[in-house]
């Protein structure tokens, strides 16, 4: 197949940026998108030009590194697909296929669709994690956790911190990473000593960060790859506030 | 030739550091002897850590909640995305909490036959001994491991064991156990023991005074060029498997930290040792990037098949059963499709160079569901495998409930990698090498669910221990770039992105890598020939030689330049294909991942020579003419056999 691409370009974080034009022949439709791309740049580097930027490391789904808006959607139209698991297949001969970076005043673009994503980091050095240094554990057995708890805790952890939910919400809210990663500690018995502080010290990482706040729009967990629930956000609603409470 | 011509023979090199005595209490009495660093010494002490995938993250956090200053480095943008998050199946553990009669003994049988007996006993059985610890410490930070009604930790048999100690999340057990080492990561960078640099590259080892004293880096998003120091430097940089081009591993996974140190006097070990997963998506076309891994689980219940006749080009369902060719439950009666990684690879190689592959190019073989989907129903298979059906599906566009998938071999780990010590120091003073990166625990030949328990071993538990012993001596003099050796390396750097972007040639660095890859995979890859491997050396030197003058890098190196990354890392790849050819050319045995076709029994299986080949090859870095230090392997706990899964 044969596509018309229109590609975010800049040249680095100062310089403005805008959509180039490019003609792509002989497309498989067995190809994933990123190989499509890849296809794109051999041919650019031989003419010269400079190939596009764009982030990706295991093209299996599970790095999250991988972070195109691809004709307006974050990762794409298929649902609970990350950008390098996308198929050709799914798009048609002769279209036009726009390709730009995220967009969220937090993730600031490195250069054409390359973000800097290290607001989420911050996020987790607030207080996303359980304070278990090395040696300190007792045995695995010593606290059994039931089993709806350890599964729905296992759902939320499968975040894989692309940020698609950033740039698919109309007001930047990295609120489904954060929620998370709330719920998956916060359900496990070894997540409550620090549930309270936990919730805060987050909430206001991601505010700091850059982040917009939530007004449950759902646009996060529609285009969620690993489909991040938006309970989660209720979730961590009810813990800010209890330990708001707490605190007072 | 002969074998002189590709290398030369050095003197034997010994595990200083290995304890002896009854192998219970070695590790004990290891770090009973092992020096101390005072509390309040350590934090004038700083470490270097390259790599954030199980092993790096996790020593990087425990180095810094020992007190430690500590730097991290990752080319990724975020400690979170190192391929130890990739891993499916699960993490093994001598917990025995299913009275299956496992025991640390066992596991260290297992692992030591699995890796036919071409690794150290004393680092095995350590393996094992702490892998009951590392059970714990994740559950303590959080990891959501699957767990049963009663709240306990379920567990299953994984890759042909008799016992059921593999813990699992799902088939995301990488992803969990990673998140754990990345968050105790991010909580010591917000206590300021940790400072973390993403997007920066490792490209040399800096050697002051015969220690390893830091790295030079360069920032892939600025270009700029630095010189980083420290008492100790650590490698967690992982595996080589993409000198195949198409491997399971991540695009960016390379070997330049461990070569560029290998080529500053760190000791290789066995580079030939690479393990070919059986079960992975087959090729779609010329385009391919990567191949995806399926898990191994789905053998339990998927039949091997391909068809009787040649050249068959009907489809899957238009062949009639008697025409079919299930032969693994054919040759392996006993083991039918759950015979270890290599065995299923080689047999899948076999009958694909028969003419009766499947599919595009004839280079896959049937995995059917149709009997299990018939015995236990469409909802129990959905149940068990559904994640890995969607996959499949979403990659190749078919449906496996109705089609049987298509499936072949793929490189997937490698055993090898430098050589260390006991205490997981190199041969460079102040060089640790840790997780894939070393060569350690797993012989000839990895079992399944023990790569996670490596990684998190060496990096929660062995060398935070170890790297005492060494620190105690410190801390060092102070460095700066006046330094003759530092500006050396320095310069070793700028030269050689210098050189990259001036060849300006007319040929990508991704042409390049593919046709290596295809070098590697055709005569060092399934099997091995004298005469082939001696045709790959004469042919990687060849495209050597032409990368360096056709290459076509575009761009400066100033600021984000993904291509040039990319022709640094190929550079260092041809250079390590070159070792594990000759490697793999001076092993005329089989053993484990390596099979030599000159050395099998009459019934085609891979045969050992003990008598030649009990030893670890340790390569010099020597140009053209490595030099090959040989470390003797002994057996008291568990006799040399061979392996039969007949």
Redesign the interface.
Known sequence: MSLKLRIWRQA?AADKGSMVTYQLQNV?????F???L??L??R???D????V?F???????????CSLVINGVPHGP?KA?TTC?L?M?HFTDGQTIDIEPWRAAAFPV??DL?V???A??KI???G??????????????A?????AD??L??EA??C??CGACVAACPNGSGMLFTAAKIT??GL?P??QPERNTRVIDMINAHDEAGFGGCTNTGECTSVCPKGIPLETIARLNKDYRQALRAAS | MTMTDYYTLGDPVADTKAPDGPIETRWERRRFGAKLVNPANKRKLTVIVVGTGLAGGSAAATLGELGYQVKSYCYQDSPRRAHSIAAQGGINAAKNYRNDGDSVHRLFYDTVKGGDFRSRESNVHRLAQISVQIIDQCVAQGVPFAREYGGLLDTRSFGGAQVSRTFYARGQTGQQLLLGAYQALERQIAAGTVTMHDRHEMLELIIVDGRARGIVVRDLVTGEISTEFADAVVLASGGYGNVFFLSTNAKGCNVTASWRAHRKGALFANPCYTQIHPTCIPVSGDHQSKLTLMSESLRNDGRVWVPKAKGDNRVAADIPEDERDYYLERIYPAFGNLVPRDIASRAAKNVCDEGRGVGPGGLGVYLDFAAAIGRLGRDAVEAKYGNLFEMYERITGEDPYSTPMRIYPAVHYTMGGLWVDYDLQSTVPGLFVIGEANFSDHGANRLGASALMQGLADGYFVLPNTIGDYLAAGPFPKLDGENAEVAEARKLVEDRIEKLLSINGDRTVDSFHRELGRIMWEYCGMERTDAGLRKAITEIRELKAEFWQRAKVPGDGEGLNQSMERAGRVADFFELAELMCIDALHREESAGGHFRAESQTEEGEAERDDERFSYVAAWEFGGDLPVLHKEDLTFEYVHPSQRSYK
């Open positions: 680095d498989s439709p067995d190809m994933s990123l190989e499509m890849d296809v740049n051999e650019l580097t031989l010269g030009e400079d190939p930027a982030d990706h490391d295991c093209r299996e789904g599970i790095c999250g590194m298929e697909t698991q198929h297949r490195v250069k390359v800097d994503r290290r989420f980091d987790i050095q607030a996303g994690y359980i304070s278990a240094p090395t040696g300190s554990a007792p045995d695995a057995h606290t059994p956790v039931p089993k350890a599964d805790a296992f952890a499968t894989i911190g998956h500690l496990l070894q997540g």
